[in-house]
Nanobody, 124 residues
Framework: VQLQASGGGLVQAGGSLTLSCSAS?????????VGWFRQAPGKEREFVGA????????DYADSVKGRFTISSDYFKNTVYLQMNSLKPDDTATYYC?????????????????WGQGTQVTVSS
């Protein structure tokens, strides 16, 4: 499976963006989990949130709860990250990643495949 993240851009603080994560090569399987991570310059890559492909259960980092929403479109084989009330601290390269299972969601090592990242810049 190859993942491609897209939708990044420049937005003012308080604005919104929606990122997409599309799978090619093979569809997401029933047991798949798709996670979103982000990495700001000079910082470690951190967990943003994740969704169970089957059933749509989601989980979020505390820093984005209430502002970010992850959803999925079965027919488009795509996962979305809707980001509202963006802050300058949200500026980062955002990555989507795939795995199976629903434990240790924030552990980057549990994800088998990664997209190439899309840049999100929030101006103050």
């Amino acid at each position: 499976v190859q993942l491609q993240a897209s939708g990044g851009g420049l937005v003012q603080a308080g604005g919104s963006l929606t990122l997409s994560c599309s799978a090619s090569g093979r569809a997401f399987t029933r047991g798949a989990t798709v996670g979103w991570f982000r990495q700001a310059p000079g910082k470690e890559r951190e967990f943003v949130g994740a969704i169970k492909w089957s059933g749509g259960t989601t989980d979020y980092a505390d820093s984005v709860k209430g502002r970010f929403t992850i959803s999925s479109d079965y027919f488009k084989n795509t996962v979305y990250l809707q980001m509202n009330s963006l802050k300058p601290d949200d500026t980062a390269t955002y990555y989507c990643a795939g795995r199976t299972g629903w434990t240790a969601l924030a552990d980057r090592g549990q994800y088998w495949y990664w997209g190439q990242g899309t840049q999100v810049t929030v101006s103050s």
